[in-house]
C-alpha cells in the first residue's frame, strides 16, 4: 500500500490464486504470464524495491515489490521510527570487512532502512533495523556482502492458515476469532 505521490511503476504487485481472480474478475487487475511476472521481479530488483511476501512455507499469495518512499510500511519504519511497522525476513545482511572497498554505495543508495553505516570506512550493519531485504548483497559491485539466518529466527508457518492463526495469537485476537466461528 503506498501514500502521496509517487512517480515510480505502479505495476509491481504480483498476486495470485484465488485474490488475483478477485481482483481481475472487478478490473483492478489483469492476468499476466510466467514471464512478465519474471520480468516484474527483474525491474523491481534493478529499481531497488523490497520484495516482500506473505510468510508461509506452502506459497506465496503476494509479492509486493515496495518503494521505500511511498511504502505506508516502510515508511512507518524509517519515518515513525515504528520497530514492529514490518516484520523483517529471517535473514540478516552481513559485510565481509576484510574485502570491503568502502565504496558506501550499500550505505549511501540500497539499504532502504538505513541499516548500514561506515564505521572506519567499511560498511556495518545494524542487524536491530535490518529487514534482511538483500538490497545490499544485490547491489554491492565488490559481492562482499551476504545475508546470514538471524539467530533465533522463527520457523516459517507452513500454509496460510497457520500464517494467520499466528497473527491472531500475536495480537491476542484468536480467542475472539474462535468464538466468532463458533457462532457461524
Known amino acids: 500500500m503506498s ?41 523491481a530488483e534493478r529499481d531497488g524495491l523490497v520484495h516482500t511476501s ?8 503476494v509479492v509486493c515489490n515496495c518503494f521505500p518512499c511511498c511504502c505506508t510500511v516502510l515508511r512507518g519504519m524509517t519515518e515513525l521510527k515504528h520497530p514492529h511497522a514490518f516484520a523483517p525476513s529471517r535473514f540478516e545482511a552481513r559485510v565481509d570487512s576484510v574485502d570491503c572497498r568502502r565504496c558506501a554505495i550499500c550505505a549511501d543508495e540500497l539499504c532502504p532502512v538505513g541499516a548500514i553505516s561506515m564505521d572506519s570506512g567499511a560498511a556495518v550493519v545494524n542487524p536491530d533495523n535490518c529487514i534482511g531485504c538483500g538490497l545490499c548483497v544485490t547491489g554491492c559491485p565488490e559481492e562482499t556482502t551476504s545475508l546470514a539466518k538471524r539467530a533465533g529466527a522463527e520457523t516459517v508457518p507452513a500454509n496460510i492458515q497457520e500464517l494467520g492463526v499466528k497473527v491472531l495469537q500475536e495480537k491476542g485476537k484468536f480467542e475472539d476469532y474462535m468464538k466468532l466461528m463458533q457462532r457461524s
Open 3 to 43: 501514500v502521496g505521490k509517487c512517480d515510480h511503476e505502479k505495476e509491481v504487485r504480483l498476486i495470485f490464486d484465488g485474490a488475483a481472480e478477485y481482483l481481475v474478475e472487478r478490473g483492478y487487475a489483469h492476468h499476466i504470464g510466467v514471464g512478465e511476472g519474471l520480468s516484474v521481479l527483474e525491474r
Open 54 to 61: 506473505n510468510n508461509s512455507a506452502d506459497r506465496a499469495s
